[in-house]
C-alpha cells in the first residue's frame, strides 16, 4: 500500500511534538529517516554523537535507523544507551515504544509486545492518553502479524477509547474493520469500514479517504453485496482520476476487477486489469505493476 499510516509516523508526529530541547542533527536525522533516508539519518546520529555521547535523542535515531536497515543488534545497543539516559516516565515511553518496533521489525513479537507492554506502563505514569493509545495499537499490531486476530482486536477496541479526534477515530476504525474482514466477520469489518469512511471524508487527507473507499469496496464485495462494492469503487476510481491519483485509480480499478469477476463479468475483469497496468506502466511504477499481478494472478483464467 502506498498509504503510509505506520506507528512509525505516528511515533514522529508525537515525539518532536513533545520534545523541546533536541539537538538540530537528531532533529534531523529524525526528519531524514521519516524520507526513508537511512545514509542520511545515520551520518546525522553520528555526527550528534561525536559532538555529544549523551546525546539521548540522536542515539533514538540511530536505534531507529538501525532497525530500519535491519541491524536488531546495533539498534538495541543504541536504544539501551538511550535508557540509560532516560529521566523520566516519557522518556521510559518513548524508548521502550522505539524498542517494540524493533523487535516486531525483526519478527521478534514476544518482545515486541512485552517492550509494547512496557510504554503502556509508562505512558500511564506519564500520564500520557496519546502513547497509550500508540502502545495498545502497537500491541495489537504484533497479534495481528501472527494472526491473533481475537488478540489484536482487543487492542484496537481499547485504543479507540482513547483517540482523541476524528482522524485518528478513522484510523482505528480501519484497524478494526481489516480484523474483523480477517475474521470472516463481514457485517463487523462493513460496520467499522463505514465508520471509517466518513471520519477520513470529513477530516483524513486524500489518500486516507481514498484508502477507505476502496477497502469499503473490498469489503462490500466480501459480503456479496457487488452492487454497493461497484458504486462505491466507480465513484473512488472518478475521484482519483480527477484528482491526479495514479495510484488509487489503477488500485481501485483491480479492486473493481476483483468484483466484477467474483459477479461472473470476466470480459470487464480483464478491461479493468489492463487498465491497472497501463496506469502503472504510464506512471514507471513497478512495484504498483507487482501488487497488481499479485492481486489478480488467478482471476483471468
Not at 114 to 126: I, M, R
Amino acid at each position: 500500500m502506498k498509504l503510509q499510516l505506520t506507528l512509525t509516523t505516528l511515533f514522529t508526529a508525537l515525539y518532536l511534538n513533545n520534545v523541546y530541547a533536541i539537538t538540530d542533527d537528531a532533529y534531523a536525522c529524525n526528519k531524514a529517516y521519516e524520507q526513508g533516508d537511512f545514509s542520511t539519518a545515520t551520518t546525522l546520529a553520528t555526527k550528534a554523537l561525536n559532538a555529544n555521547s549523551r546525546d539521548r535523542d540522536a542515539l533514538m535515531c540511530q536505534g531507529r535507523t538501525y532497525s530500519a536497515q535491519g541491524d536488531l543488534k546495533s539498534a538495541l545497543t543504541a536504544l539501551k544507551s538511550a535508557e540509560k539516559l532516560s529521566a523520566d516516565a516519557f522518556d521510559k515511553t518513548i524508548v521502550a515504544l522505539v524498542t517494540g518496533h524493533a523487535y516486531k521489525n525483526a519478527g521478534q513479537y514476544d518482545q515486541a509486545i512485552a517492550s509494547y507492554q512496557e510504554s503502556l506502563k509508562q505512558a500511564g505514569l506519564a500520564k500520557s492518553k496519546a502513547f497509550e493509545r500508540v502502545s495498545y495499537i502497537g500491541i495489537g499490531n504484533a497479534h495481528f502479524e501472527t494472526r491473533q486476530y481475537p488478540l489484536a482486536l482487543e487492542s484496537y477496541l481499547t485504543a479507540t477509547k482513547l483517540d482523541a479526534n476524528d482522524n485518528e477515530r478513522g484510523e482505528s476504525f480501519e484497524n478494526i474493520a481489516e480484523t474483523y474482514h480477517l475474521m470472516s466477520q463481514h457485517d463487523l469489518a462493513l460496520e467499522y469500514q463505514i465508520k471509517a469512511y466518513f471520519m477520513h471524508q470529513k477530516s483524513g487527507t486524500p489518500d486516507q479517504f481514498a484508502h477507505s473507499s476502496i477497502e469499503l469496496g473490498r469489503y462490500y464485495a466480501a459480503a456479496k453485496n457487488f452492487t454497493s462494492a461497484e458504486n462505491t469503487l466507480n465513484k473512488i476510481i472518478k475521484f482519483a482520476n480527477e484528482q491526479g491519483g495514479a495510484y488509487y485509480e489503477a488500485q481501485g480499478s483491480y479492486v473493481l476487477a476483483q468484483v466484477k469477476a467474483a459477479s461472473g463479468d470476466m470480459q470487464s475483469a480483464k478491461a479493468l486489469i489492463e487498465k491497472a497496468r497501463l496506469i502503472a506502466k504510464n506512471t514507471n511504477d513497478s512495484a504498483l505493476d507487482e501488487e497488481i499481478t499479485k492481486e489478480t494472478q488467478n482471476l483471468i483464467k
